[in-house]
């Protein structure tokens, strides 16, 4: 068992010549051993970290491009997620690819290498049940899909954020490294196969883009730096906005029986007043920019008050100009630091 | 009057169908939920015992109706459903202020602060504490918007019967 790796391997790196296209058809073309490996299922991460092992030197020159598609295997390896004959087509297409040196090649390598092994999972599960193989091969595409779109996700967000994740990950790096990890040595290295990090990254990201939506949402937020000042700005103005409410309805009360005789003007004027005062509150906010898939209030697009803003100049009347000025003694006796 | 609201909300959503902020709509469904309600309050009861509660209770109401696309504002229709006695929020403001004080004092521990501040954002939003944090934090969001323009519409009122 081991040796036939082993002789694979040999093959591998005796031949460096050989084209890459040579390389993959001759993984196509290995079903019985494929088929050999396939029989002893629980020796596969272990063949992973003996080539992982042995291979270091070389894979580590040219496993920068790589590690998408070896991290995506190794974590179903890990979790002893597929047969061995996928375990066998990812440790031929590392050695394969070894040889490669510029970075299109190793990425068109990886596509194939990708597309074969679909192949190779289709064409090999005929000879068994069909509707158990069809079962296993989607699932396994669907998670290496998965996986492989966790790590492009990471990586696109490893681009952006590089530069105040690596001192992050090298920390981590130390703590977290498992046998395979010799293979990745990008820079996102301690948290790359741990499928419980990168879920966790992804969360965080969601997270820290709502808090700076809200950020941008919430006035006076933009001077305290640190989310848990930001926290409590956001809590001090929800705090507020509900205690002007209370206090309005009290006065609403205590109002109410006057409520009748007003009440045809209304719907006049109230609106009048709505486009007036809204800019008197967007004001302090210029630079909204609500996300659409946070505020589905409507069909027709995002809560934009944005638009708003150009309103002001035009649409500023008389009648509501005292109410202006009383929303601004209203809003400045109960605000707890809003900025006009 | 209520017809010259549904009327006018009418006209313009066919009107324009495209050029509508949502907030524009949310204030009208808003007013033309609450100003209806608080002209059926005075009619009922006729006393001049108009209650403070109750015309919370109807505010409240008038919110979590007209922001039904949102979750929390289930949440504020089962709290106003279940218990007549709205009661609820304004403990919840005295509440929010003592548990404000005490954080403050706390210095240590950064992520356990952060935490427990994000347990207050859930005790302020309707149904906050029902929801996992990421969920939370876009729902605060919008409550606040809705809050603010709340507040508008309730202005206006107030300052059209003054």
């Known amino acids: 068992m081991l040796e036939s790796l082993v002789s694979l391997e040999c093959m591998s790196l005796s031949s460096m010549d050989v084209s890459v296209l040579e390389r993959l058809k001759w993984l196509q073309q290995q079903p019985q051993q494929q088929q050999q490996v396939r029989s002893s299922t629980n020796a596969s991460p272990e063949l992973l970290q003996f080539h992982g092992t042995n291979n270091d030197e070389l894979l580590q020159s040219t496993f920068s491009h790589f590690q998408m598609l070896g991290s995506g295997f190794g974590p179903n390896y890990n979790m002893g997620f597929g047969p061995s004959h996928e375990t066998m087509d990812g440790c031929i297409s590392r050695t394969s690819s070894c040889q490669m040196d510029p970075a299109d090649t190793m990425g068109i390598i990886l596509k194939n290498s990708e597309e074969n092994i679909a192949i190779s999972l289709k064409n090999k599960r005929k000879s068994e049940v069909k509707t158990r193989e069809e079962e296993k091969t989607e699932k396994k595409i669907k998670v290496e899909a998965e996986t492989e779109s966790n790590m492009k996700g990471k990586s696109n967000m490893s681009n952006t954020e590089a530069s105040s994740d690596t001192s992050k990950q090298t920390s981590k790096g130390a703590s977290e490294i498992q046998k395979l990890d010799y293979i990745h040595v990008r820079a996102r290295r301690g948290q790359a196969t741990d499928r419980h990090s990168l879920a966790e990254r992804a969360r965080r990201e969601k997270i820290s883009k709502k808090m700076k939506y809200l950020q941008d949402l919430v006035p006076g937020c933009n001077k305290v730096t640190g989310r848990a000042g930001m926290l409590d700005e956001i809590i001090n103005y929800v705090q507020s906005l509900q205690r002007q409410v209370e206090f309005l309805s009290m006065k609403l009360a205590v109002l109410n029986p006057e409520l009748e005789l007003a009440m045809e003007d209304l719907s006049v004027k109230q609106f009048q007043a709505y486009f007036t005062n809204l800019p008197v509150v967007a004001a302090s906010k210029p630079s909204i920019m609500i996300d659409a898939p946070l505020f589905p209030l409507d069909q027709q697009g995002s809560l934009d008050l944005s638009v708003i803003n150009p309103n002001q100049a035009t649409s500023i009347e008389a009648p509501s100009a005292s109410w202006e000025t009383q929303s601004q003694s209203l809003y400045n006796t109960s605000s707890l630091g809003f900025q006009y | ?162």
């Open chain 2, 1 to 162: 009057m209520e017809r010259q609201i549904i009327n006018k909300k009418k006209r313009v959503f066919s009107v324009e169908p495209n050029k509508i902020p949502p907030s524009e709509v949310f204030t009208r469904k808003y007013t033309s939920l609450l100003v209806p309600a608080l002209k059926k309050l005075n009619m009922n009861k006729n006393s001049s015992q108009v209650n403070q509660l109750t015309v919370k209770h109807e505010v409240d109401m008038a919110l979590a109706l007209s922001a039904q696309e949102f979750a929390w504002s289930r949440f504020l229709l089962q709290k106003l459903s279940s218990s007549n006695n709205p009661t609820t929020t304004t403990s919840s403001s005295s509440n929010g202020i003592r548990i404000q004080e005490r954080s403050g004092k706390e210095g240590g521990h950064e992520d356990g602060e952060r935490e427990e501040k994000l347990r207050e954002l859930q005790k302020l939003l309707p149904g906050g504490e029902e929801m996992n944090v990421e969920e939370m934090l876009g729902e605060i969001g919008n409550y606040i918007k809705c809050l603010e323009l709340q507040t508008i519409a309730l202005k206006s009122i107030v300052q059209d019967t003054t």
